[in-house]
């Protein structure tokens, strides 16, 4: 199983980035796809999520109207489209996949890619 999350890097305030994250080795379509951060001492958090089949999103409140999520099952790849970022948008940006079957949950993670936000 792999998660690798690629499209970080350093970006000045109002800008935009696109992160991708590349799965192989699972059922990529079988899983709701998520994007957490986490910056230097804070805990890590949900940036946004989205269902298997991409019917359904939903934010963290403090990318609501910047962020947009979406996922295409046939390339195997989620997106998160950032727009207007922040400073405080800066941090190590998480892929996670997850799934739950008979009562088992399956959780994977990517190796996180780097977002900073200044000027």
């Known amino acids: 199983v792999q998660l690798v999350e690629s499209g970080g890097g350093l970006v000045q305030p109002g800008g935009s980035l696109r992160l991708s994250c590349a799965a192989s080795?699972?059922?990529?379509?079988?899983?709701?796809m998520s994007w957490y951060r986490q910056a230097p001492g804070k805990e890590r958090e949900l940036v946004a999520v989205?269902?298997?089949?991409?019917?359904?999103?939903n934010y963290g409140d403090s990318v609501k109207g910047r962020f947009t999520i979406s996922r295409d099952n046939s390339k195997n790849t989620v997106y998160l489209q950032m727009n207007s970022l922040k400073p405080e948008d800066t941090a190590v940006y998480y892929c996670?996949?997850?799934?739950?079957?008979?009562?088992?949950?399956?959780?994977?993670w990517g190796q996180g890619t780097q977002v900073t936000v200044s000027s």
């Open positions: 080795g699972f059922t990529f379509s079988s899983y709701d």
């Open positions: 989205i269902t298997r089949a991409g019917g359904s999103t």
């Open positions: 996670n996949a997850r799934t739950v079957a008979l009562g088992f949950t399956r959780n994977y």
